[in-house]
């Protein structure tokens, strides 16, 4: 059973980090594109961040670049989200997406960012 789980979430004030992690299970991982996507409330989920199967290949959103980071180790299934100088409109559920061609897509269950002082 393929699963993606995703930690790191929390409550952060203004300006600070947070690191999110995504790891995978029951999927070669490194055969898997892997994307960050956020879904503030009212709101359509966005492409945050996408990484490419041995990540050479990073792709950020305007809103994020210069903030955001991702990154993958393909050793331990995972890849992260480096999110720093956080706003309040970085506040939304986040989820990992793992893609390839000709294969079905997963998504994690979400982690929830709140940027508030």
């Known amino acids: 059973q393929v699963q993606l789980v995703e930690s790191g979430g929390g409550l952060v004030q203004p300006g600070g980090s947070l690191r999110l992690s995504c790891e995978g299970s029951g999927l070669t991982f490194s055969d898997y594109i892997i994307g960050w996507y956020r879904q503030a409330p009212d709101k359509e989920r966005e492409l945050v961040a996408s990484i490419g199967r041995i990540g050479g290949s990073t792709n950020l959103a305007d809103s994020v670049k210069g903030r955001f980071t991702i990154s993958r180790d393909n050793a331990k299934n995972t890849v992260y989200l480096q999110m720093n100088s956080l706003k309040p409109e970085d506040t939304a559920e986040y989820y990992c997406?793992?893609?390839?061609?000709?294969?079905?897509?997963?998504w994690g269950q979400g982690t929830q960012v709140t940027v508030s002082s």
């Open positions: 997406k793992a893609w390839a061609v000709g294969r079905r897509i997963y």
